[in-house]
């Protein structure tokens, strides 16, 4: 983590955004970093090919918690086509600063449980 | 030598570190505070100059051909068997088998010994503070042959329930496998005592010294054990080099765990027999380079004196342990007995992830360990899930703890 970014990954450490659960979601999806603790559960719904609401659960540290909030927050209302073709490059970019690559896993993990969601939802209809 | 031999006495740090090369880089533009030792230690200069001599000017195949190259490292490969022989006290340089590590020290008994001598029913006991490497061979051999695994307990403080240990010793226990030194609480456990008990229903006695041989003098004779294991890297020498010692009636005795050249005297189609110590053991071409650096890391770490190792990490484990608690937002784990213990702090900055704690601590050039440790047993009985860790070595000094405190406040400004 640099200065550069570190306020708005504070930010959302702090105060997450989209951070609960959904009952009657239309899939949910946990994965963790078995070395590090991280975990996080996201829980989706769909409507009319597009991501309607997404909550997210879990602990880890700073960055696997704030770049999972800050996902939730981009990925809100779009089609799921488009979602999944979001890239890990995206992701770090989306972070709003350089990361160190130490750390890339924790800032990916919050795309891999939302892309394993997804076509966990596609091939179960 | 001679340079060695005047430094004993007290160590040092900021002379020692200038045997240690890697102290000239920077990270992240500072300069680099290693405090992961427990991990892995860095290379004295006389260990990578010596790998650099052999690959030099020795390089060729042990115990194969009468040439001058050969003979040569055959020798020096030798040597340092007998050198690690010397420095745990074993009484035979033949009761030295060189490995990958210790964890391939442990496998090599539990497939070597434990497969061919464990029978269903049989008890092997271990603790609650295993490193994974000390329990999941066991699991193997439990799922295998019907042995039951059992385990010793810790206290609240982190101290093993030595009380309970005589219930837990019965005639079916054919081995006690104990870590010597925790690589999460630093604690040093009473493996003298322990071995004396495990001798009384004529169990076999096997330490795990990979935490406690760089950092205290060990004499396996003293301690009665039958079985000692360690690695190489953690004791200043080469990655992928580690030891088993071995009573030698015990070795002979012990089926060998992987076969092929070097480790036979004769082969036919019908039937082939083993070499003798420790090369029964040893099939394959070894790490040649890795032995005879491990050889050089002993004689430095001889040349410093392991008593002076021993109370140079006490001295910063009491300083740091006072600097850390006067902040009640920092938890440290164990410390809390007054047993013997090696510079192993494990903690965490109240409210804060330890990747967040090591990831900050990076930026100021200060390595740390965060994670479970490899002993996620012990973790979860003792409610600590993951922590940062701290671990100390000769090169280590106070102002490093200093710096590292200071930081452990800005991280709890900025993420608490
Ligand atoms: C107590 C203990 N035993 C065994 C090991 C395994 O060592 P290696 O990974 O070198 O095989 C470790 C390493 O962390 C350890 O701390």
């Known amino acids: 983590m640099q200065s550069d970014n570190l306020e708005y990954i504070l930010d959302h450490y702090k105060n997450p955004r989209n951070f609960g659960t959904i009952e009657d979601a239309d899939f949910s999806y946990e994965e963790g970093i078995p070395s590090c603790g991280d975990v996080i559960r996201l829980d989706l719904k769909i409507r009319n090919n597009k991501l309607d ?73 | 030598m001679e340079k060695l031999i005047q430094r004993a006495g007290s160590i040092d740090p900021n002379l ?19 405090l992961d ?45 007998k050198k690690v022989a010397d420095f745990i006290g074993a009484d035979k340089w033949n009761e030295i088998i060189f490995t990958r590590n210790a964890t391939e020290s442990l496998n090599l008994l539990a497939y070597g010994w434990g497969l061919h001598r464990l029978e269903e029913g049989d008890e092997v006991l271990i603790t609650i503070m295993e490193h994974h490497s000390n329990i999941v061979p066991w699991q193997m051999l439990r799922d295998l042959k019907g042995i039951k695994i059992n385990v010793l307990g810790v206290d609240d403080r982190g101290d093993l329930k030595l009380d309970e240990l005589p219930d837990l010793l019965t005639e079916r226990t054919k081995l ?25 229903v004529g169990a076999l006695v096997l330490i795990d010294a990979a935490q406690s041989i760089p950092h205290l003098p060990i004499d396996v004779s003293e301690i ?48 082939s027999t083993w070499n003798e110590l420790p090369w029964k053991f040893e099939a394959g ?20 004196g392991l008593q002076n190792i021993l109370d140079h990490e006490e001295d910063l484990l009491s300083y740091a342990l006072e600097k850390m608690s006067a902040y009640d937002w920092i938890k440290i784990y164990g410390h809390k007995s007054t047993t013997e213990s090696v510079g192993v702090i494990s903690f965490n900055v109240e409210g804060v992830h330890p990747h967040d704690v090591a990831g900050m601590l990076d930026e100021e050039g200060i390595a ?28 280590n000094n106070k102002e490093e703890i200093d710096l590292c405190v200071e930081t452990l406040k800005k991280v709890k400004k900025i993420f608490g």
């Open chain 1, 53 to 125: 609401d997404i909550k997210f659960s879990g602990t880890g540290c700073a960055i696997s918690q704030a770049s999972v909030s800050i996902l939730t927050e981009n990925v809100t209302g779009k089609e799921v086509e488009e979602i999944v073709s979001y890239t890990d490059k995206d992701m770090l970019e989306a972070l709003g600063g350089q990361v160190s690559p130490i750390r890339f896993k924790c800032a990916l993990l919050g795309l891999t449980v939302l892309k394993k969601a997804l076509t966990g939802k596609s091939s179960n209809q």
């Open chain 2, 37 to 81: 030792n427990a991990a892995t230690t860095q290379k004295p200069q006389s260990v990578i100059d010596c790998i650099d001599n052999y690959y030099r000017n020795h390089n060729s195949n042990i115990h194969r051909g009468v040439h001058t190259l050969s003979y040569e490292s055959t020798v020096m490969y030798e040597d340092a068997h």
């Open chain 2, 368 to 395: 740390v360990r965060s994670g479970h440790h490899c002993a996620q047993p012990l973790m979860s009985e003792l409610s600590m899930d993951y922590t940062a860790r701290i671990s100390f070595y000769l090169y």
């Open chain 2, 285 to 304: 071409t070894p790490n040649i380079a890795g032995g005879i650096g491990l050889g050089a890391a002993v004689d430095y770490l001889d040349g410093i």
């Open chain 2, 176 to 200: 006690v496998s104990i870590i010597h030194a925790s690589n999460v609480l630093g604690t040093v456990n009473p493996v003298k005592e322990i071995t004396r008990q495990a001798k009384e």
């Open chain 2, 16 to 34: 020692l570190k200038k045997d240690f090369p890697v102290f000239e880089r920077k990270v992240h533009g500072k300069p680099l505070i290693y």
């Open chain 2, 224 to 271: 009665g054990c039958d079985f000692l294991v360690a690695s190489g890297h953690k004791m200043l020498g080469p990655t992928g080099i580690g030891f088993i010692y071995g009573r030698e009636s015990l070795l002979e005795d012990m089926e060998p765990f992987m076969y092929g050249g070097d480790m036979i005297e004769k082969v036919t189609f019908e039937k």
